[in-house]
Structure formats: structure tokens, C-alpha cells
């Protein structure tokens, strides 16, 4: 009779006995304690009784035990995002499944029921066949591997590890900030920056600008980015100024950047690009200096090395600057004779002073060149004695065009009529010297007539008619070598 009533005792005995002592657990080595109660149990019931009962033994024989159908696939995931681990077991029937976490032995959950307390943790049964474990909003200490059990006789566990990546992160307590050094001095930044992966630090010039590295005597080179938490910046000089970005990056995006700002101190240095500059009265002029320093320094102009200029209606103080360059401008207006003189251009900074100097001088305006159109009266050019007066002065180019046009007429009427003409400077009856075709200088050989003989520019001198009776000789007594 007692056996009979041992028989009709349910399959599932064992597992209703470890889910209600296995609530409450707190750990595997609990878990296992209780099993092994149960399992003393069972043994001392089996004493008075059978135990598994024969029915449940003809079952065990007719059904396939449990098994997993594939490993638990190790799951990546970035911080804050969901990590889920899937595990598949094959004709399960009346078995159920349990999640630990293997290094501290925690049980998560048994079957449906989530039995830790952490609430970021879930069980989904998606399919007869998969079991899922669910990690939301995923930290850094989830990072580890999990154990799916089926509670056979013989305990079944196959286990998956959870990777959590940490997006980089730059630490600004350990991290350099912006510097000031004096020019020649030595200067090194640090850069720390932590995640997971570890991160690779980067440093380039925000200017895009090559990176200038000194390693011994006349040893340099130029890199466009160095890695390493350190940047060594040896002998520094003023074109090594500037931004510099540590650039702190992993398998997880985004990538994190400081901005580092190295400052090299040195003392005013001024280029005059024009120390001598010559002007006109009445017009403007602009003068300007090129300063490179720092700190900024403050930029003025003095007259002569003693009144200091500031703006007004004669004069315009301007600047530009950038990184360490500073130019400056002065524009004088209307310039008068007070004007002219020597003007110095001042910078001054925390470390010293420098000045350049522009001397100024007066010239005459430029006269514009006139030109008289050739009319139909007497030979080409015009009038003899007009003539020769226009050609005292220094022609413009569109003159000394005209004047070479009516040369080279010359020179054909020359060489058609056949007419001997010795090159040079003669003497004629009278004294006079006469400029013949010599070749030299066309814009100095005013016209006398058609063949090609011209008088010099002193001949305009002489009264009108002295130069006909001149034109009548030489045309009928031409010169003969």
C-alpha cells in the first residue's frame, strides 16, 4: 500500500521542491546544498518506497534525454546597449533551464522565472527550442561569461561570454592643458585617455601643419601625426606655436579629442618692406610694417622720433593680426611739405622692444606727355619749329610710336630716291650742325622733309626763316662722303 501511494507521486516532485528552495538562493554552492537535500531525500523515499517511480522509468527509457543543439554564440556589445545570449536545447519535455553567472556563481534566473534581484535582467522563451537571457542597458561589470543549465540527473551546462566595449574617453585631470614656454625651451604633453579596447592616442597640428621633432644636435624631422600618450617638443620655436590635438580613439565610435594650445613667448622682431618711399606733394601715401611677437605687443607710430601719430583727418592707423604675425598700416593724407620726413613704426611686448624706420623724400608729379595729331599741312610731324620743341622733351610711348612710324618712311624715301647721306654728326657752310640720319635715337631726329634729312632740337632755336634757306641748301647740296 505505501508503495503504491510512492508510485502516484508526480515527475516534477524534484524540480517543485529546488524551485521553492531555490527562490530565495543567493548563490550555485546554495543551489547545490539544496539539490543535495533533495536529492538525500529522494534516496531515504526510495527506501520505504520506489524512487524514480516505475512509471517515470518507463518514460526515462521511451524519451531522449535533453541536449543543447548549438554553443551559446559570445556576444560584443557597447556600452549602454542590450547584450542578449541565446541558448538552444533539444527535447527538453518536462526538464527546465536555469542561467548563472559563472565567476560569482549567481543564479539569474530558473526556467520563466528571473530569481536575481538585478533588474536590467529578463528571460525570453522566443521558441520551443531557445532560451534567452537578456542584459539591458549594459555596464562594465556585466562583462563576463553565463551558464545555461538543464537540471538533468547528471547537471547539462554549456557557457557564453558577454563583451562590453567602452567608447573612449579622455581624462582631463591627466591630461596637459594649454602652455606658455619662452622660445628655445623644451616642452612635453601628456595625453590619458581610458576604454575598452584601450584606447590609441593620436596628436596632430589643428593647421594641418607638420609636427616638428628634434632628437640630438641637427637631428629633425617632420611628421604629420605622432602616437603615444606623450608629445616631446624640443627647442621650441615660434613656428611650432599653435594648436595641437590629442586624438584618443578604439573600436568604438566616437572617437574623443582634446585641443592643446602651445604658446612660444619671444621678443618683437620688425621688417620694413620699403625704407625709402618717395612721394608727391598732394597725393596719399601708405606706409606699413611687418611685426611678428608674443605676447601681442602694442603697435604705434612716431614722426621724425618724437611725436607719436594717432588717428585723425591726417592720418589712418590700421593692424591686422594673427597667431604671432601683426601688420601695420599708416596712411597719410594729402602729403605737404611738413610731411616729409622719417617715421618709425614701435612694438613692444612683456619681453622687449623693436623699432623700424621709413624715410620719406619728395619728388616731382609726373608731367603728362601731350601729342599733336599730324595734319595734311607741310611733311609729316607737323610744323618744323613746333616740332622741334615736342621732341625736347622725353616722348611717351604713344609718341615715340609716331616718331618711329615717320622714321621708317624716311628710310624707304631714302632708299628710292637713292640718296647718299654720310651717318653722323657734319658741319655745314655755316657752322651749323646738323643731325643727320644716325639711327641711334629716332624720338630725338625731328623731320625737316620728305628726304629724309633732319635738323637736332637746338635748330628750333633759330629764327624761321634761317631754317628755310638751311632746308633749301641741303636739299640741293646734299652731303657726300
Known amino acids: 500500500m505505501v508503495a503504491s501511494e510512492n508510485q502516484s507521486i508526480k515527475g516534477d516532485y524534484l524540480i517543485s521542491i529546488l524551485e521553492v528552495t531555490m527562490v530565495p538562493a543567493g548563490g550555485c554552492l546554495f543551489a547545490s546544498l539544496v539539490l543535495s537535500v533533495v536529492v538525500s531525500a529522494a534516496t531515504s523515499y526510495n527506501n520505504i518506497g520506489t524512487y524514480p517511480p516505475a512509471h517515470l522509468n518507463e518514460v526515462g527509457t521511451s524519451e531522449p534525454e535533453p541536449d543543447f543543439g548549438d554553443v551559446i554564440?559570445?556576444?560584443?556589445?557597447?556600452?549602454?546597449?542590450?547584450?542578449?545570449?541565446?541558448?538552444?536545447?533539444?527535447?527538453?519535455?518536462?526538464?527546465?533551464?536555469?542561467?548563472?553567472?559563472?565567476?560569482?556563481?549567481?543564479?539569474?534566473?530558473?526556467?520563466k522565472k528571473v530569481v536575481t534581484h538585478n533588474t536590467r535582467i529578463s528571460v525570453t522563451h522566443s521558441e520551443p527550442r531557445t532560451w534567452n537571457l537578456h542584459i539591458r542597458a549594459v555596464k562594465e561589470e556585466d562583462r563576463g561569461c553565463y551558464m545555461c543549465q538543464i537540471n538533468t540527473s547528471v547537471m547539462?551546462?554549456?557557457?557564453?561570454?558577454?563583451?562590453?566595449?567602452?567608447?573612449?574617453?579622455?581624462?582631463?585631470?591627466?591630461?596637459?592643458?594649454?602652455?606658455?614656454?619662452?622660445?628655445?625651451?623644451?616642452?612635453?604633453?601628456?595625453?590619458?585617455a581610458r576604454g575598452y579596447p584601450e584606447p590609441k592616442i593620436l596628436w596632430r597640428r589643428e593647421d594641418n601643419e607638420k609636427i616638428m621633432?628634434?632628437?640630438?644636435?641637427?637631428?629633425?624631422?617632420?611628421?604629420?601625426?605622432?602616437?603615444?600618450?606623450?608629445?616631446?617638443?624640443?627647442?621650441?620655436?615660434?613656428?611650432?606655436?599653435?594648436?595641437?590635438?590629442?586624438?584618443?580613439?578604439?573600436?568604438?565610435?566616437?572617437a574623443v579629442?582634446?585641443?592643446i594650445l602651445v604658446k612660444v613667448s619671444f621678443e618683437p622682431t620688425i621688417h620694413v618692406p620699403n625704407q625709402l618711399v618717395a612721394t608727391p606733394l598732394g597725393k596719399d601715401l601708405r606706409l606699413s610694417c611687418h611685426v611678428e611677437a608674443f605676447p601681442k605687443p602694442i603697435t604705434f607710430w612716431r614722426i621724425n622720433n618724437d611725436i607719436m601719430i594717432i588717428n585723425g583727418p591726417k592720418y589712418k592707423v590700421e593692424e591686422s593680426s594673427?597667431?604671432?604675425?601683426?601688420?601695420?598700416?599708416?596712411?597719410?593724407?594729402n602729403v605737404e611739405k611738413a610731411d616729409i620726413g622719417i617715421y618709425t613704426c614701435v612694438a613692444r611686448n612683456s619681453i622687449s622692444q623693436a623699432e623700424g624706420q621709413i624715410r620719406t623724400y619728395e619728388i616731382d608729379p609726373p608731367v603728362p606727355a601731350t601729342h599733336r595729331p599730324t595734319t595734311d599741312r607741310g611733311p609729316p610731324g607737323g610744323n618744323i619749329f613746333s616740332n622741334a620743341l615736342d621732341h625736347s622733351a622725353k616722348p611717351s610711348g604713344l609718341h615715340k610710336n609716331h616718331v618711329d612710324e615717320e622714321y621708317h618712311q624716311h628710310k624707304m624715301t631714302e632708299d628710292t630716291s637713292q640718296i647718299s647721306i654720310n651717318k653722323g654728326k657734319r658741319k655745314d657752310l655755316h657752322g651749323l650742325t646738323l643731325d643727320l640720319d644716325n639711327g641711334r635715337n629716332p624720338a630725338h631726329r625731328p623731320a625737316l622733309s620728305g628726304a629724309g634729312v633732319r635738323v637736332s632740337a637746338t635748330a628750333g632755336l633759330l629764327p624761321f626763316c634761317l631754317l628755310r634757306v638751311l632746308r633749301s641748301l641741303v636739299l640741293k647740296h646734299p652731303l657726300t662722303s
Open 257 to 259: 579629442m582634446k585641443r
Open 322 to 333: 594673427w597667431t604671432y604675425h601683426t601688420n601695420m598700416s599708416l596712411l597719410i593724407r
Open 213 to 254: 621633432l628634434r632628437q640630438g644636435r641637427g637631428n629633425k624631422s617632420k611628421v604629420d601625426e605622432v602616437e603615444g600618450r606623450f608629445l616631446n617638443l624640443t627647442r621650441v620655436r615660434r613656428k611650432q606655436m599653435g594648436a595641437y590635438r590629442c586624438i584618443a580613439m578604439n573600436e568604438v565610435p566616437p
Open 73 to 111: 554564440k559570445n556576444v560584443t556589445v557597447a556600452l549602454g546597449r542590450e547584450a542578449v545570449l541565446s541558448c538552444i536545447v533539444d527535447n527538453l519535455g518536462d526538464y527546465k533551464v536555469g542561467w548563472l553567472r559563472t565567476d560569482t556563481q549567481t543564479i539569474l534566473s530558473l526556467h
Open 156 to 192: 547539462k551546462k554549456t557557457v557564453g561570454c558577454v563583451d562590453v566595449h567602452v567608447p573612449p574617453n579622455i581624462i582631463d585631470e591627466e591630461t596637459s592643458g594649454d602652455i606658455e614656454v619662452r622660445d628655445g625651451d623644451s616642452v612635453s604633453l601628456v595625453c590619458t
